[in-house]
């Protein structure tokens, strides 16, 4: 993890974050990462900003972009592609607060702050 994204936490710290981006269904462990301004790729590797350990997760499979209020998703042309709401993305497609993200089996909700 980086200065830009971080595991949430109850102390209050990082007040300037834009948007959460939370893990909706797994139960046995709770995910959240707080974006800013600037790139986010996700995939499988360690090497992420958003690592989602899962064979149904490419090693690099997508990126979250963030600039300004305008916010995209892109996939890399990962193997089990990207849905959002549950509609399969093409190449890359605008996120909107409130979008529920499937990256292989995670269901994540894009939120804003």
Known sequence: MDDHTKPLNANGENSTVKFVLNVLNQSSRSSSWMLNEG??????????????????????????????DNTKIIDNN????????????????????????????????????
């Open 39 to 68: 790139n986010y790729t996700v995939g499988r590797l360690a090497e992420h900003e958003i690592i989602l350990d899962d064979v149904t997760v490419s090693r690099n499979h997508g990126k979250i972009i963030i600039e300004n």
């Open 78 to 113: 990962s193997t089990n592609g990207i849905y959002i709401n549950n509609l399969l993305i093409n190449d890359s497609t605008e996120l909107h607060s409130g979008d529920k993200i499937q990256i292989g089996k995670f269901l994540l909700l894009f939120t804003r702050v």
